[in-house]
């Protein structure tokens, strides 16, 4: 039996009592031996990510039977409560348009009439005229120099322009902002300890990070191509986000996107529309194509989230 | 250094050294209707895990589904200073737990499974809290058992990222096989799952896919790096 096979049995607890009695008195001396557990039992740790991720993809699929079970569903246990409300809210609405009413007419019939003053007739600066080619002034020889003059009255009042129609996008009452930070979660992105892979900069800056000194790394983390070039330039979003520059993190991630490694990809995906949704009702378009973009994927790492999202729009 | 029970695994599926856990009956709210609970008592759970398969993915299925156990895991999160939000990832994160506990063995079935998962969110919360650096209020005592080591545990958190990345590189079909001999399936099984001739060319696969992964980690700096240290 190999080594490997042995290694792999020992640490899946198949060994028999006496097998496992010498192998263990051998780990105890032989330091060779021990290294090479120590990396069969790391390599297993990893593996147990593929086992991690198959079953969160598992939970998101029973989450959208759920969801289509209680779609199917009968509604009235839900529009129930809610049926009483709206009804409530029509009375409250009658009620008060009744009182508008009443309260209107009410105040120019009890109101004693104003007494007309007549006042001499303020004069006012005379208002450059638009005289009509097809209607020539008639000229009047004894109009008085402070009467008015009927050019007024021929002038074309200066309308305002109307105003836009402003279009009432759907859900604009609702609060953006509020929700991305709902969403918004640092440990989805970054690590809570320190890299150790030696990366001093890296360290520094996610410190600088974790103690909120945005701005520093901001300025100070510049990625440098190197190993870690992607991790720098996840921790340049975040800052970039956590500074309510949404618009530059939001270029990060595309960034992160385009270089393709996983998983910063995803998460820059989610980054990607957590920053376009801080900016919304603007750039409407592009917050949907990336949200479609998740949703297209179940087993995106993001998927359930960008599900609830959709949900809460 | 151990970072799990050694247990032989009994033909029954059971480790050595698990006390076969008392009989609890039916699981509570085993009267849900939409869920036909009544078959799934906590024996047949654990036994459905250990059993791998679809059995195991039923079992997962029913326990995640199960009425009124997400709703506790949220409101001892909300009482705890997280969001819905959190409260649904520490469920999520929970049940992986749970799954990855019974197949080591780990749970010794001295609890209800269901208190069991309770006690898994609560550590996993406390955990989740250290690592952000707001652990002032919560004492041990808001939570019922160790899930796992705190060394096992540093040790997922800080070479997560450099396994995530080794294991994106080694390619679908090698994923799927070493997910597949993680969770213990016999090379037979293995050999009808992925379509190989037989047992002999499956062991050859998993272990070229082994290697290359091996590979991956040890050409990774940071991976030597974090080793030594």
């Known amino acids: 039996m190999s080594r490997f096979d042995q290694i792999e049995r020992y640490l899946q607890g198949r060994m028999p009592a006496e097998e496992l009695r010498a192998f263990e008195s051998e780990l105890a001396t032989d330091t060779e031996l021990a290294a090479l557990v120590r990396q069969h039992r790391l390599e297993r740790y990893g593996m147990e990510l593929l086992v991690e991720r198959d079953l969160l993809a598992k939970m998101q699929a029973w989450d959208r039977e759920t969801e289509l079970f209680q779609q199917v569903q009968p509604r009235r246990a839900v529009l129930r409560p809610m049926t009483w409300v709206l009804r409530a809210a029509a009375v409250l609405a009658l009620a008060a348009f009744g009182y508008w009413l009443l309260r209107d007419t009410s105040a120019t019939s009890t109101e004693p009439p104003s007494s007309i003053v007549r006042t001499k007739p303020e004069i006012k600066p005379r208002v450059p005229t638009v005289r009509k080619r097809q209607q020539p002034i008639p000229q009047r020889e004894d109009v008085p120099a402070e009467a008015p003059l009927e050019d007024v009255a021929q002038q074309t009042p200066e309308e305002p322009a109307p105003a836009p129609i402003e279009e009432m996008a759907d859900g604009e009452d609702l609060d953006y902002a509020a929700l991305a930070d709902e969403f918004f979660r640092e440990r989805d992105f970054v690590a809570p300890t320190s890299s150790k892979s030696g990366a001093t900069g890296y360290d520094q800056a996610l410190k600088n990070f974790q103690d909120g000194k945005y701005n520093e790394v901001i300025s100070k983390t510049i990625p440098d191509g190197g190993a870690n070039a992607v991790e720098q330039k996840e921790l340049l979003a975040l800052a970039q986000y956590k500074s309510r520059r949404y618009a530059d993190a939001a270029t990060t991630f595309r960034g992160i996107m385009a270089a393709g490694q996983q998983p910063y990809a995803q998460r820059a995906e989610w980054g990607l529309v957590l920053a376009l949704l801080q900016e919304l009702p603007t750039r409407k378009g592009e917050f949907y194509r990336a949200l479609t973009d998740i949703l297209r994927d179940p087993e995106h790492m993001f998927y359930s989230k960008a599900k609830r999202l959709e949900e809460r729009l | ?229």
């Open chain 2, 1 to 229: 250094m151990a970072f799990w029970g050694k247990n032989t695994r009994r033909a029954d599926g059971f480790f050595q050294n698990d006390k076969k856990p008392a009989s609890t009956g039916y699981l509570p709210l085993a009267n849900c209707t939409n869920m036909a609970n009544t078959d799934w008592t906590d024996e047949a759970l654990i036994a459905g895990i250990q059993a791998g398969g679809s059995a195991r993915e039923e079992a997962l299925k029913r326990i995640y589904l199960l009425p009124g156990l997400r709703e506790t895991v949220i409101r001892h999160i909300l009482e705890h200073g997280g969001s819905r939000q959190d409260a649904q990832d520490i469920f999520q994160e929970s049940l992986i737990l749970l799954d990855r506990n019974m197949r080591e063995g780990r749970f010794e079935g001295r609890s209800a499974l269901s208190t069991y998962f309770v006690a898994i969110a609560k550590w996993r919360w406390v955990t989740v809290r250290r690592q952000q650096g707001r652990y002032t209020d919560i004492a041990p005592a808001h939570y019922d058992a160790e899930v796992e080591s705190p060394e096992a545990e540093a040790i997922r958190t800080e070479y997560r990222q450099l396994f995530q990345e080794a294991l994106g590189q080694i390619g679908e079909r090698c994923r799927d096989l070493l997910r597949l001999y993680q969770m213990d399936h016999s090379m037979e099984e293995i050999a009808r799952m992925m379509q190989y001739g037989n047992a002999d060319v499956a062991k050859k696969e998993a272990y070229r896919c082994r290697m290359r992964f091996r590979e991956l980690l040890e050409n990774n700096p940071a991976f030597a790096a974090l080793r030594e240290s």
